[in-house]
């Protein structure tokens, strides 16, 4: 059973940074496509950035060009850094693989992006 454990979230002001981290244990990490997801009040869970066993990447278009999603397999570990953050960024962050698996989701972290 793989367990995911997100952190790296907090409060930071429009223009700011943050990387998230996803740690992940159990199955074989090096070989899934994995991808960070995040969930506003009200909203869907949706895809913002993926990245294959070969470390391709993809990335939704709201986020084209100041998220980078990155991973290094000897820390079974996913990032993503997130720049020139902005308000409509606000959400929970979460990591799953993709396709998403429904009993893979971890807590999540909290991203609010105010001033």
């Known amino acids: 059973q793989v367990q995911l454990v997100e952190s790296g979230g907090g409060l930071v002001q429009p223009g700011g940074s943050l990387r998230l981290s996803c740690a992940a244990s159990?199955?074989?990490?090096?070989?899934?496509?994995m991808g960070w997801y995040r969930q506003a009040p009200g909203n869907e869970r949706d895809l913002v950035a993926s990245?294959?066993?070969?470390?391709?990447?993809n990335y939704a278009d709201s986020v084209k060009g100041r998220f980078t999603i990155s991973r290094d397999n000897a820390k079974n570990t996913v990032y993503l850094q997130m720049n020139s953050l902005k308000v409509e960024d606000t959400a929970v962050y979460y990591c799953?693989?993709?396709?998403?698996?429904?009993?893979?989701w971890g807590q999540g972290t909290q991203v609010t992006v105010s001033s």
């Open positions: 159990g199955g074989n990490f090096r070989l899934y496509t």
């Open positions: 799953n693989k993709i396709p998403r698996r429904p009993g893979y």
């Open positions: 990245i294959t066993s070969r470390a391709s990447t």
